[in-house]
């Protein structure tokens, strides 16, 4: 059940130079294979050849971390958006039924205001359906707290006139 890795290389006639890429492999805590390839072009460097390779090594290595950070970037960027759409539509579908529960209970609300003062109770005024669909995210969650605030509030009232209905009806008996 544990991972095994094999580690070694060839030097292919690069005396030395396959250990000192499995160092740069080791130093830089990468798990891989990385290939270094040079030819002879007719002139013996010497040992500054093996600093050639690892330079190389680790340029590749230091790119594929890059390009692999991106990618991982990238990824949690589409989840966001995924995300974010759905909280989004969630947003519309709850500020339109909490439009239709404020529009009720202020309904409800003068509905009872004329019953404690006796009058006719004056229709409510129409609403316009909200385009929430064409709004951020940002602008929608404020909105959802204001909702809520809303209700709070009109319910609020609400307690209030029913106490006082209820002081009237006291009274009378």
């Known amino acids: 059940s544990k991972p095994l890795f ?3 290389h060839d030097d292919d006639g690069e005396s030395w130079a ?4 499995a160092r740069v492999l080791n130093d830089t805590q990468v798990s891989g294979t990385v290939v270094v390839a040079r030819w002879y072009g007719g002139q013996n460097i ?4 093996f600093a050639h390779i690892e330079n190389c090594a680790k340029e590749a ?3 594929w971390k890059v390009a692999t950070s991106e990618a991982e970037k990238e990824e949690t960027s589409k989840k966001q958006r995924v995300d974010d759409e759905a909280r989004k539509k969630e947003l519309v579908e709850e500020l339109t ?6 529009f009720a209970l202020r309904k409800l609300l003068a509905e009872k205001k004329a019953k404690l003062s006796g009058e006719k109770a004056a229709p409510p005024t129409p609403q316009k359906e909200v ?10 969650k404020r909105l959802d707290k204001a909702r809520d ?3 709070a ?7 209030k006139v029913d106490e006082d209905l209820e002081l009237l009806e006291g009274l009378d008996d």
């Open 6 to 8: 094999d580690t070694g």
């Open 18 to 21: 396959g250990g000192r890429l």
């Open 46 to 49: 010497g040992p500054v050849r």
């Open 61 to 63: 290595i230091w790119k």
């Open 97 to 102: 039924q909490r439009d239709h529960s404020v």
């Open 131 to 140: 385009e929430y669909g064409t709004m951020g995210l940002d602008v929608l």
């Open 149 to 151: 605030a809303t209700i």
């Open 153 to 159: 509030a009109i319910l609020k009232q609400m307690d």
